[in-house]
């Protein structure tokens, strides 16, 4: 077994030869954000951060160039008035500049375009209700975002709450997560008066509620539970003593760095959706018997199921062909294990000085792979966010303390990391009594 890990940590740097070419830091070197006189119209590179889908005009990007430019006008060469920017990265945006003397030059600005605003919602009021009527607790509400469209958010009563339709007081908490993690979170308070219980749904509805139109919340997701208030999970070696990993190279680290046994690793670089499934190329060997990937699932049997991958398709397969391929390997999975949990997690964003592949791509693969496991409304399968829980402060990129020297892997902490918080998104979702049950029927 140490022979195994030994080549492992070896094999997590010659993970995939694609990913040749990352790694390349930014340069800092022209960018001078100082106060003062020191305007100069011939330093012509600055790195700007700038908010997605907000108006500056040239002025304004000049400002935040420099933060005296006293004496200095500047306009865009289009003569455009206001510029907005609608995507999430890093562009270039030329300048024009004159200073005092009237002297012209260009400035190259290096625009990192992010998303730091938290979504908003309307409609939300205290709620007043009597025992044995229905309520429908997203009617009327609407969260709204300045980048995500159609964004979703979630209804939960207090951690605390044993009886959530019993006569009383009730708090419950809207909760809203965009694409680059900004969280909105509002309360209300939810009466019930009388005697007997409230049937109280956080299903939007379309239709009229009756019997025939109304979803079984025991077969969705929609009844998570509030995250605690420290973020924190009690759980997190219960999940880690039975998760088994499979996918890429990132997935493959947990066995790398000694977070989980060979025994349950399926997974090595290179792997991608679009191919799993080539024995020519992969075949696993957490038993001693080399396997393809679906096959060496079934072998191993898992109660709790990590899918890892995309890294190695985002290049070359656009999101619709990798979600295809995804239900076919969910599908395939369920097959062999029907009861497992599986978890699907997003994939992890990448340093903004690697170029292997473009950041909104990977965001873009996210938001479909989040839709697909939300619209499956399968109990055992979950969609855990990654990729925020790597994301650096701008919510885009991995933090330097997370990255590997390649700009696509991750740092041996950031899989501790994780693990915490996917322990946090399996307790939302009573995933602990569900194993716990699995296995106790496997007996």
């Not at 005697?195 to 025991?218: F, Q, Y």
């Not at 080399?290 to 049997?301: E, P, R, T, W």
């Not at 479909?368 to 919510?395: C, S």
Request: charged content about 25%; overall charge negative.
């Amino acid at each position: 077994m140490a022979k195994k890990i030994t080549a492992a940590l070896l094999a997590l740097c010659m993970a995939c030869t694609a990913f040749a070419g990352c790694g390349k830091s930014v340069d800092n070197s022209t960018s001078d954000n100082s106060s003062g006189s020191d305007v100069n119209a011939n330093e012509a590179s600055f790195e700007v951060t700038a908010e997605v889908n907000t108006f500056y005009t040239a002025k304004e990007l000049g400002e935040l160039a420099k933060k005296d430019v006293e004496g200095f006008t500047f306009k865009y060469p289009d003569n455009d008035t206001e510029k907005q920017f609608k995507e999430l990265g890093v562009i270039s945006q030329e300048i024009i500049v004159l200073d005092a003397d009237g002297k012209q030059s260009s400035w190259e600005l290096k625009l990192s375009v992010t998303d730091t605003q938290s979504p908003t919602f309307s409609g939300i009021k205290d709620l007043k209700i009597k025992a044995g009527d229905k309520i429908d607790l997203k009617q009327g509400v609407k969260v709204n975002d300045n980048f995500d469209k159609n964004l979703d958010f979630t209804v939960t009563f207090d951690a605390d709450d044993k009886d959530t339709s019993a006569p009383g007081e009730h708090n419950i908490t809207y909760t809203a997560r965009d694409s680059s993690g900004n969280v909105a979170s509002r309360k209300a308070l939810l009466t019930i008066t009388g005697d007997g219980a409230v049937t109280a749904s956080t299903e939007a509805s379309s239709a009229p509620d009756d019997s025939s139109s109304s979803k079984d919340e025991s077969s969705t997701q929609a009844t998570a539970k509030a995250i605690p208030a420290d973020g924190k999970s009690e759980n997190v070696k219960f999940y880690q003593d039975r998760v088994v990993i499979a996918g890429d190279s990132i997935a493959y680290g947990f066995c790398a760095y000694g977070y989980i046994p060979y025994e349950r690793n399926i997974a090595k670089g290179s792997t991608a959706l679009r191919q799993y499934d080539d024995t020519s190329l992969f075949t696993f060997d957490p038993t001693g018997t080399a396997l393809s990937f679906v096959d060496a699932i079934g072998a191993v049997k898992p109660s709790l199921l990590y899918i890892s991958m995309g890294m190695n398709d985002v290049n070359l397969i656009d999101e619709t062909k990798y979600i295809e391929r995804y239900k076919e390997l969910i599908a395939k999975v369920k097959q062999k294990v029907p009861d497992a949990i599986i978890v699907t997690a997003s994939i992890t964003p990448i340093t903004q000085g690697c170029t292997f592949t473009d950041i909104n791509t990977i965001r873009k693969f996210n938001e479909e792979l989040k839709k697909m496991t939300e619209g499956m409304n399968d109990p055992n399968v979950v969609f855990f966010d990654a990729y925020a829980a790597i994301a650096g402060p701008d919510g885009m990129y991995t933090a330097a303390e997370n990255a590997a020297q390649d700009g696509i892997h991750l740092a041996g902490p950031c899989y501790q990391t994780l693990l915490e918080k996917l322990a946090v998104t399996l307790d939302q979702y009573g995933m602990k009594d569900k194993i716990t049950k699995i296995e106790a029927d496997r007996k």
